[in-house]
């Protein structure tokens, strides 16, 4: 019950010092731990303290459930996609032009993809969502159901993060593959995006310590660890059981 005894602590301090950073790096820590042990070994009651706290600290409202979120973001992708396409094989427009048009839609293309690709990171790895809020006026956040969470493998939780980069390169490479074919101009715009995403998120996993690739290799780094003392645990086994 050490868990829970260090979970109920950050509890008590939240009560008496209120929300800050050094609460958080500490509630984060015991998080990072759970996630090193198997889940057969942690506690459900410990489970549930710390998405408790989890959902105390990440106070804004969902606004969209998973379902009606998953539902209107696959749409919106559809259409996004489709505006994008016509524009660029269908409009006529020409030059400096077709770029000023068409690039807007491509920025709505790679915003619903993510977006999606958040969704199918959810029913692939069997993690669930309690829903979408609005991280900041233009940016939907996704709120983690926390003990489906952590009662996932490592391997499910590094999925999560993985899911939405590919896919969202996936959507890209597609949009080049179909504009190559059809020889248009605006081939640039999706692989400019192609070319700029991953260095651009690997900035900010360096400078901000935030978004999805940083949280994939967060995730990824504890399954490699995991893996290394399991790797550690079957040769002392075999030395000691030749």
């Not at 090193?36 to 959902?55: C, F, G, N, Q, Y």
């Not at 048009?101 to 619903?112: D, G, I, K, R, T």
């Amino acid at each position: 019950m050490e868990l829970l005894t260090e979970l109920e602590e950050i509890e008590k301090r939240l009560r008496n010092e209120g929300d800050n950073p050094q609460v958080r790096r500490d509630f984060w820590k015991i998080v990072g731990k759970i996630k090193r042990m198997p889940s057969s070994e942690v506690d459900e009651l410990v489970l549930h303290k710390v998405a408790e706290i989890r959902k105390n600290l990440l106070k804004k409202k969902i606004i969209l459930s998973h379902k009606t979120g998953a539902i209107l973001f696959s749409l919106d992708l559809i259409l996004a996609y489709s505006l994008f396409l016509w524009i660029s094989l269908y409009s006529n427009l020409e030059g400096v032009l077709l770029y000023i048009v068409a690039f807007p839609s491509e920025a709505l293309v790679l915003y619903f993809s993510f977006l999606t690709g958040r969704c199918l990171s959810s029913l692939l790895s069997g993690i669930k969502f309690e829903g979408f809020y609005m991280y900041d006026p233009l940016e939907f956040g996704v709120r983690i159901e926390y003990v489906s969470y952590l009662k996932a493998t490592q391997g499910k939780r590094t999925l999560l993060f993985g899911i939405p980069i590919l896919w969202e390169h996936i959507i890209m490479i597609s949009q080049v593959i179909i504009l190559w074919h059809y020889k248009s101009p605006a081939i640039w715009i999706p692989l400019a995006f192609l070319i700029i995403m991953l260095p651009f998120m690997l900035v900010i996993h360096k400078k901000a310590k935030t978004g999805e690739l940083h949280r994939f290799l967060r995730e990824l780094k504890i399954l490699r660890e995991i893996k290394r003392k399991s790797k550690r645990v079957e040769n002392l086994y075999k030395k000691q059981n030749p």
